[in-house]
């Protein structure tokens, strides 16, 4: 079982050269957490995640997941607006380094890296490196499951 057969095809994605406000309007309308970002080729040059995101335009929000005993008012974080700079950053600025696996690869060697690398989801590339998918640990999981054969 390879992973090119339990992938999602359908996949946005988001382009180096977009904004923070582009990939937070993404995310938003299509209720997702990972955006591949991909060059003018469609090669796969980084992963942009709302984690990420709320990085950016939620400083302490880190802070606050780690050790949130300090803030009185939760609500401050609720209420905050993006600055116009911050929306105006490039994802390039932001992004993480690409972690991906190959259609090729079999179902438990992808999960194990979604697993190792505490992700959700995970985009699917070529040989040439471009993105033609996006695994997710619950396509993986389901799939091995089942060729249990319950």
Known sequence: ?????????????????????????????????????VDDNNKLIGILTLHSLLRIVLPDFIEFVVNF???????????????EAELDIHIKEIMEKPIFVQEDWSLVHAAAILHNEEMNDIPVVDSSRRLVGLASHVDLGTAIIRSWNL
């Not at 995310?27 to 955006?35: A, S, V």
């Not at 609500?75 to 993006?82: L, M, Q, S, V």
């Open 1 to 37: 079982m390879i992973v090119q057969n339990f992938m999602k095809k359908r996949v946005f994605f988001i382009h180096i050269d977009e904004t923070v406000a582009s990939a937070a309007k993404l995310m938003q309308e299509h209720h997702i957490g990972t955006l591949p970002v």
């Open 69 to 83: 005993s300090f803030i009185n008012n939760l609500g401050a974080f609720e209420t905050r607006i993006p600055s």
